[in-house]
C-alpha cells in the first residue's frame, strides 16, 4: 500500500491560513496488481479496469475488503489485474459465485465482472435470480456484440444479419436488450457507460458499489479486433448522456423507453429503486427463526442420545 496522501493545502482567500488538508489513504496505484493487460490494442477494457481503479479510489475502499469475480471471456481477466481478492470462475458462473462470496462475506464489497456472452448466454438463466433476491452486488458488464476471446462468434447481442466466423451468412437471430432485460428482472440499479469515458464511467461504477442492493452496470465496450474501427466510431456516437435537468431515474415507464431506445445509447443511471436486500432478508429471517424457537440444538441432539 502506498503511505498516506496529501493534498497540498492552498491559502484562505479570506484570512490568508491555510485549509484543513485532506487526506486519502489510498491512491489509484494501490488498487492495481502489477500484472500487464494484454488485451488487444484499442480494447475497450482498458478504459473499464481504469474507471474500476478510480471508483475504488473515489470511495476509498481498502483492497482487501474487495472482492471481484468473474467468468470466461476477455474482460473476465479484470480480477486479474486489481490488487483485490479475486476468482476467475468457470464460463456463466460469476454470479453464483459472487453470491456465496457476499452471503459468507457480507461485510466484503463484492463486484462481477464479465461479458455479453458470459452473463447472457451460458449465464443468462443467473440474471433474474440474482436481480429478484437483490443481493447487494454490482455486476459490470461489458459488451461487445461479439466473443473476441475465441476469435469471433455470434454473442446474444450481435445484430441480426451480422457477419462472424459461427455466421458466414449473417446472424439470422434477434439480438437481446441487455438493458431492457435488467428492467424486466427488476435490477434495482441500471446505469450504462461507455469504456471510452472513462470519468462517467469510474463514477456510475462508484454509485452502483454505493448502491445498496443488486446493481448492474452496462458497458459499451467495442471489440477493435473482431468489429473494427469504424463500429467504434459508430458506437461511440450513439453513446450520448441522459439529459439530468428532466429525466427521471426513479421512472420505470421512462426507463423502459430508454432500453428500448437502440438508435441512440443514452448513458447513465437509467433506472433506481430502494428495496430490502437479500442480506437484509436473510438476517430478518434467522432472527424470526431464532426467536420462535423451541428447542436448543442440544435438546434435539439429546431426544436421539436417550433412545
Known amino acids: 500500500m502506498s503511505q498516506t496522501a496529501q493534498m497540498p493545502a492552498p491559502a484562505n482567500a479570506a484570512s490568508g491560513a491555510p485549509q484543513a488538508q485532506t487526506e486519502n489513504k489510498y491512491c489509484v496505484n494501490d488498487y492495481k496488481s502489477g500484472l500487464k493487460p494484454i488485451w488487444c490494442a484499442g480494447c475497450g477494457d482498458y478504459g473499464v479496469v481504469n474507471a474500476i481503479y478510480r471508483a475504488l479510489n473515489m470511495l476509498q475502499l481498502a483492497p482487501e475488503e474487495v472482492a471481484i469475480i468473474s467468468g470466461i471471456g476477455c474482460s473476465s481477466r479484470i480480477p486479474g489485474y486489481v490488487s483485490t481478492y479475486g476468482f476467475n470462475t468457470v464460463h456463466g458462473r460469476a454470479i453464483p459465485i459472487a453470491s456465496g462470496v457476499k452471503m459468507a462475506s457480507p461485510e466484503t464489497t463484492v463486484i462481477i465482472a464479465g461479458g455479453d456472452g458470459d452473463g447472457f448466454a451460458i449465464g443468462g438463466g443467473h440474471m433474474p435470480h440474482v436481480a429478484r433476491r437483490n443481493t447487494n452486488m454490482t455486476y459490470i458488464v461489458m459488451d461487445n456484440q461479439i466473443y473476441g476471446l475465441t476469435k469471433g462468434q455470434l454473442s446474444p447481442t450481435s445484430e441480426y444479419q451480422l457477419k462472424t466466423t459461427t455466421t458466414p451468412y449473417g446472424s439470422i437471430d434477434t439480438p437481446l ?4 432485460l435488467a428492467l424486466s428482472y427488476h435490477v434495482s440499479f441500471l446505469a450504462r457507460g461507455f469504456a471510452g469515458d472513462i470519468n462517467q464511467l469510474a463514477d456510475l461504477i462508484k454509485q452502483g458499489i454505493e448502491h445498496e442492493g443488486f446493481s448492474l452496470v452496462h458497458v459499451i465496450s467495442p471489440c477493435v479486433t473482431y ?8 458506437m461511440k456516437e450513439k453513446c450520448v448522456p441522459l439529459p439530468d435537468t428532466f429525466y427521471d431515474p426513479t421512472d420505470k415507464v421512462e426507463a423502459f423507453k430508454v432500453a428500448e431506445n437502440t438508435k441512440t445509447l443514452y448513458t447513465g443511471v437509467i433506472f433506481k429503486e430502494k428495496r430490502p436486500t437479500f442480506n437484509d432478508n436473510v ?3 434467522i432472527y424470526e427463526a431464532q426467536k420462535d424457537k423451541k428447542y436448543e440444538v442440544d435438546d434435539i441432539l439429546d431426544q436421539y442420545l436417550a433412545r
Open 283 to 285: 438476517t430478518s429471517l
Open 227 to 234: 468489429r473494427g474501427m469504424e463500429y467504434f466510431k459508430t
Open 177 to 180: 436488450n441487455i438493458v431492457s
